[in-house]
């Protein structure tokens, strides 16, 4: 059974740097494509960053320069870096596979850009 269990959100002012992380078990990261994904209020869930099994990257539109995704592999842990925040950024970060879910989504961890 694939777990992923998400950490490292928090309230942080505008400009301000969140490193969040994704512990997995039940699923080797570095053999996977695995997203960030994030969901604001009144709104759908939405891709933000995807990491290959051979490392490449790609990022949505509106976090493309700000935010890095990565991943630890002897940790099993996915990660994402953002910087610059600004209060759009404001979500429930989740990580899952994609494009093919792993897991169901789990609480997800909370970011909160103040202005």
């Known amino acids: 059974q694939v777990q992923l269990v998400e950490s490292g959100g928090g309230l942080v002012q505008a400009g301000g740097s969140l490193r969040l992380s994704c512990a997995a078990s039940?699923?080797?990261?570095?053999?996977?494509?695995m997203g960030w994904y994030r969901q604001a209020p009144g709104k759908q869930r939405e891709l933000v960053a995807v990491?290959?099994?051979?490392?490449?990257?790609n990022y949505a539109d509106a976090v493309k320069g700000r935010f890095t995704i990565s991943r630890d592999n002897a940790k099993n842990t996915l990660y994402l870096q953002m910087n610059s925040l600004k209060p759009d950024d404001t979500a429930v970060y989740y990580c899952?596979?994609?494009?093919?879910?792993?897991?169901?989504w789990g609480q997800g961890t909370q970011v909160t850009v103040s202005s």
């Open positions: 899952n596979g994609h494009p093919r879910l792993f897991a169901s």
């Open positions: 039940g699923i080797i990261l570095s053999i996977s494509v």
């Open positions: 990491i290959t099994s051979g490392g490449s990257t």
